[in-house]
């Protein structure tokens, strides 16, 4: 799967004219600031919003439904982000349920347990270490049948380190999912000199 974002803009500043792609087996960054752009950039990279510019394309043709069905948008601001007082064994079972799976606590516990987090449960989900947030919500959108992308929108603003993030990122472009990550400058600046210094 190949997604290609080419000169989307949205309104007369929401979004200004922005390319990238991102496809099946590797992690892109783009980066775009201020507090509004990166989630409409993740909206329209993921089939979720219109475009007044520009196209997205899956596979070469455009299809938003099909986008919309197989590319998850994770953690994005007022969109998609969990509430920051919710538990993470909360946000975990309403994930499920999204998933086709029982939304009990104890599934959820279970779940969390098998994935080695079983000590973050009772946490709210804004106390949660920066890195380990985004491991869980790219591993609960990754449970969601059809699913072959993921949208990443600001890590950055947890704080945290930028490669730890850049890492889980790629970590599972190497299981094989597609996946995007809209960023800051910064982030892009402290990833693009790690790899250099590689």
Known sequence: MKIVVDAVAK???????????????????????????????GL???????????????????????????????DAPTVSEPEPNVS?????????????HAPTPFAAARWLEGMGLEAIAGLPIGNVEP?????????????????EGLVLVAPDRHGGEPLA?????????ERGYAVLAVAGHASRTAIDAAEVAR
Request: charge should be positive; charged fraction near 25%; proline fraction near 2%.
């Open 11 to 41: 309104g007369r500043s929401a979004l200004p004219a922005t390319s990238t792609a991102f496809e099946t087996g590797h992690a892109s960054l783009v980066v775009t600031e201020t507090e509004q752009r990166p989630t409409v950039l």
């Open 44 to 74: 329209v990279a993921s089939g979720r919003m219109k475009v007044d510019a520009g196209s997205v394309t899956i596979d070469g043709r455009a299809d938003a439904a099909g986008l919309r069905r197989r590319v998850a948008l994770v």
């Open 88 to 100: 993470v064994t909360g946000v975990v079972a309403e994930e499920l349920m999204f998933a086709g």
């Open 131 to 147: 890195a380990a947030r985004i491991r869980l919500l790219l591993e609960l959108a990754a449970l969601r049948k059809d699913v």
């Open 165 to 173: 993030w850049w890492r889980i990122a790629q970590e599972f472009a």
